[in-house]
T-cell receptor
Framework: AQKVTQAQTEISVVEKEDVTLDCVYE???????LFWYKQPPSGELVFLIR??????QNEISGRYSWNFQKSTSSFNFTITASQVVDSAVYFC??????????????FGTGTRLKVLA | GAVVSQHPSWVICKSGTSVKIECRSL??????MFWYRQFPKQSLMLMAT?????????EQGVEKDKFLINHASLTLSTLTVTSAHPEDSSFYIC??????????????FGQGTRLTVV
């Protein structure tokens, strides 16, 4: 069955520290998509990245970077030099193709990141 | 990116009344819309999937008679919580997908609706 595991429930770091959020997924599909979203206290989901299963290149966007490793079914997210504004809940998600022809998102349980000043 | 507008952003209602939440895709045609529910400090749980013009497909454990979903047009889906009770208080989020958007897998999320039933 398709599943996304975010083992870290809550992480606290001091500002300027680097932090890595782990995501491990399970799927039988050969074609799939992985996502990271940020959910600040307001509740709105902020899209961070999408990665398809055929693209294992790591990606860097400013202070954010992602490490996708199919061999370990992991898609980890690192924030470099964390800032207080990074405090939020971060969700990893897997896009699962359904028999009805749509892609359904399966979310992990989320990691609450607290960056302390 | 594509914009999905959800309304209202918050609502308080009395127990026993019904509440309607709207989800609109503003600049694309959403052939599929999803409705999620999120309890405090928990993940997003998919409630149902709706395709325009078809009946919604509900996830296991979600009462279809309580959570009425209508997807009558390519830009609008509504979720009606009927006879709401305090245990229905939650954060409801919609997302929309459209076949003309890239690979078709990307979903765009509304801002969410915080429902409080008193």
């Amino acid at each position: 069955a398709q599943k996304v595991t975010q083992a870290q429930t809550e992480i606290s770091v001091v500002e300027k520290e680097d932090v890595t959020l782990d995501c491990v997924y399970e799927t039988r599909d050969t074609t799939y998509y992985l996502f990271w979203y940020k959910q600040p206290p307001s509740g709105e989901l902020v899209f961070l990245i999408r990665r398809n299963s055929f693209d294992e290149q790591n990606e860097i966007s400013g202070r954010y970077s992602w490490n996708f490793q199919k061999s370990t079914s992991s898609f980890n997210f690192t924030i470099t030099a964390s800032q207080v504004v990074d405090s939020a809940v971060y969700f990893c998600a897997l896009s699962d193709y359904t028999t009805s022809g749509t892609y359904k998102y399966i979310f992990g349980t989320g990691t609450r990141l607290k960056v302390l000043a | 990116g594509a914009v999905v507008s959800q309304h209202p952003s918050w609502v308080i209602c009395k127990s026993g009344t019904s509440v309607k939440i709207e989800c609109r895709s503003l600049d694309f045609q959403a052939t599929t819309m999803f409705w999620y529910r999120q309890f405090p400090k928990q993940s997003l749980m998919l409630m149902a999937t709706s395709n325009e013009g078809s009946k919604a497909t509900y996830e296991q454990g979600v009462e279809k008679d309580k959570f009425l979903i209508n997807h009558a047009s390519l830009t609008l889906s509504t979720l009606t919580v009927t006879s709401a009770h305090p245990e229905d208080s939650s954060f409801y989020i919609c997302s929309a997908q459209g076949p003309l958007l890239g690979s078709g897998t990307e979903a765009f999320f509304g801002q969410g609706t915080r429902l409080t039933v008193v």
